[in-house]
């Protein structure tokens, strides 16, 4: 195999995941993808299967190790929106979105992060939201799984720093995906409610999340960062203005 750095992502066949397996293979990464979806067009090590079964994430890890004897950095992406008011969500929801996006990372952070760990050196990205910093209405589950996602972020940096595994976060904001998408189909909410409220006043695109990735990736960019929560998102989680401020500050150019 010689001296290629292995990346192993989760959620890969569409959006962030994609797209940053794109990039870190344009970096000269060997890659390892993981989704329930059909993973096409990529150079890649392939596996179907769901990141919050263990059985599934085990049997991921072991043709990684087959295939590759190692993995330098783990981009945990997969991910599932749920919307709904707190008081409608009921616990199959809760628990469908908390297994998808926290019990999931911890599965392959834990199964890779073992084998960083004995080898003294890694990279894992966690791919967590503006929502795991401040609340989002009409959120709850996944509000919830991105603040847990951000702690259990912080926490594995302070277990594993120390042993030469770095453990960092993205913070996204809202990115023009297939999810996104989605959500705008279920009207949960329009383009405008999104760009009037980001200071940049854009979507972030995918590849805005996966430069972020491949620096936090890299040791030689980022060597002294850990247990980082850096936000990607034009800027929405600093801007406290209310929305005529907001708007009034954009026609002052």
Same mark, same amino acid.
């Given at each position: 195999m010689?001296?290629?750095?292995?990346?192993?992502?989760t959620?890969?066949?569409?959006?962030?995941?994609?797209?940053?397996?794109?990039?870190?293979?344009?970096?000269?990464?060997?890659?390892?993808?993981?989704?329930?979806?059909?993973v096409?067009?990529?150079?890649?090590?392939?596996? @179907?299967?769901?990141?919050?079964?263990?059985?599934?994430?085990?049997?991921?890890?072991?043709?990684?190790?087959?295939?590759?004897?190692?993995?330098?950095v783990?981009?945990?992406?997969?991910?599932? @929106?749920?919307?709904?008011?707190?008081?409608?969500?009921?616990?199959?929801?809760?628990?469908?979105?908390?297994?998808?996006?926290?019990?999931?990372?911890?599965?392959?952070?834990?199964?890779? #992060?073992?084998?960083?760990?004995?080898?003294?050196? #890694?990279?894992?990205?966690?791919?967590?939201?503006?929502?795991?910093?401040m609340?989002?209405?009409?959120?709850?589950?996944?509000?919830?799984?991105?603040?847990?996602?951000?702690?259990?972020?912080r926490?594995?940096?302070?277990?594993?720093?120390?042993? #030469?595994?770095?453990?960092?976060?993205?913070?996204?904001?809202?990115?023009?995906?297939?999810?996104?998408?989605?959500?705008?189909?279920?009207? @949960?909410?329009?383009?405008?409610?999104?760009?009037?409220?980001?200071?940049?006043?854009r979507?972030?695109?995918?590849?805005?999340?996966?430069?972020?990735?491949?620096?936090? @990736?890299?040791?030689?960019?980022?060597?002294?960062?850990?247990?980082?929560?850096?936000?990607?998102?034009?800027?929405?989680?600093?801007d406290?203005?209310?929305?005529?401020?907001?708007?009034?500050?954009?026609?002052?150019?």
């Amino acid at each position: 195999m010689g001296d290629e750095r292995v990346a192993v992502i989760t959620g890969a066949a569409q959006g962030i995941g994609r797209r940053t397996a794109e990039v870190l293979a344009g970096e000269g990464y060997l890659l390892a993808v993981m989704d329930r979806q059909p993973v096409t067009g990529l150079d890649a090590l392939t596996f @179907a299967g769901d990141v919050s079964d263990e059985a599934d994430v085990q049997r991921f890890v072991a043709e990684v190790e087959a295939r590759y004897g190692r993995a330098d950095v783990l981009v945990n992406n997969a991910g599932i @929106a749920g919307i709904a008011p707190a008081e409608e969500t009921t616990a199959a929801q809760w628990r469908q979105v908390i297994d998808v996006n926290l019990t999931g990372p911890f599965l392959l952070c834990q199964a890779f #992060g073992r084998r960083m760990l004995a080898r003294g050196t #890694g990279s894992i990205v966690n791919i967590a939201s503006v929502a795991g910093l401040m609340g989002v209405a009409d959120r709850v589950a996944y509000n919830a799984s991105k603040h847990g996602l951000i702690g259990l972020t912080r926490t594995l940096a302070v277990e594993w720093g120390g042993r #030469g595994v770095r453990v960092n976060a993205v913070c996204p904001g809202w990115v023009k995906t297939e999810m996104d998408d989605a959500s705008q189909a279920s009207g @949960a909410y329009g383009d405008t409610d999104i760009t009037d409220h980001v200071p940049m006043a854009r979507f972030a695109q995918p590849g805005d999340i996966a430069q972020a990735v491949a620096f936090l @990736a890299d040791p030689s960019r980022s060597g002294f960062v850990n247990g980082a929560a850096l936000s990607v998102d034009g800027g929405w989680a600093a801007d406290g203005s209310w929305q005529s401020l907001r708007l009034s500050s954009r026609a002052r150019a």
